[in-house]
């Protein structure tokens, strides 16, 4: 639903969930979510909402029948999660451990969802924003080294939590060119060497 404000501009109406219920209303929409195990048995529960001093009750009709597994749904879900973000919102430290469980938290959301496709960012500052890479170097002589210890734990905890990937997208390249640009160069990727952003 939605309301026709003043300025003639649509605002949401019991589109969005409010942080708290506006004083000035009478009656108050509340949405419950139930999560209901795949174990549990057929039959009605019961118990009740608190709501300031009332107590509203609620029941819980569970059917016999499972719904399949979000990976089973005949479906292609491609969600696109950003660690990077995350920290940003929550001013969490990147790849602290408060933001690995807000990651932990949006990978359960996406498995919720049935998402298939796994982005991996290698390259720092890509299209969406991302200013440093999953994946660090380190400089040893004229050798480069790869870092695979955040990759690694992401791929872990991605793997107990949604499955196998359908699909690994990797970002590799700045161009969106896989071999060479349009004049013959090599394409160059913006990495992060010994935490400084470096282009090869």
């Excluded at 019991?14 to 949405?31: C, T």
């Excluded at 419950?32 to 057929?42: E, F, G, K, N, Y």
């Excluded at 796994?118 to 080294?145: M, P, Q």
């Excluded at 791929?155 to 196998?164: E, K, M, V």
Aim: hydrophobic share 40%.
């Amino acid at each position: 639903f939605s309301a026709e404000s003043d300025l003639n501009v649509t605002v949401p109406y019991y589109d969005a969930l409010a942080a708290s219920p506006d004083p000035k209303d009478a009656l108050v929409p509340v949405w419950i979510t139930a999560r209901v195990p795949a174990t549990a048995a057929a039959g009605s529960y019961t118990g009740h909402l608190e709501v300031s001093s009332a107590r509203i009750p609620v029941r819980l009709e569970v059917c016999n029948w499972t719904c399949p597994d979000p990976r089973q749904w005949v479906t292609h879900v491609g969600l696109l999660t950003s660690p990077e973000t995350l920290a940003k919102h929550y001013e969490a430290a990147l790849w602290s451990e408060p933001h690995w469980a807000l990651v932990t938290r949006e990978l359960e959301l996406a498995a919720g969802l049935g998402n298939d496709d796994l982005w991996l960012s290698v390259f720092s500052r890509n299209h969406f924003g991302h200013e440093r890479s999953w994946l660090t170097f380190t400089r040893k002589g004229d050798a480069i080294t790869p870092d695979f210890a955040v990759i690694s734990r992401y791929l872990d905890l991605w793997n107990r939590i949604l499955g196998p990937p359908h699909a690994v997208l990797v970002e590799l390249w700045n161009s969106a060119r896989s071999a060479e640009t349009a004049d013959g160069q090599q394409p160059t990727m913006k990495i992060r060497v010994d935490g400084k952003p470096e282009t090869l």
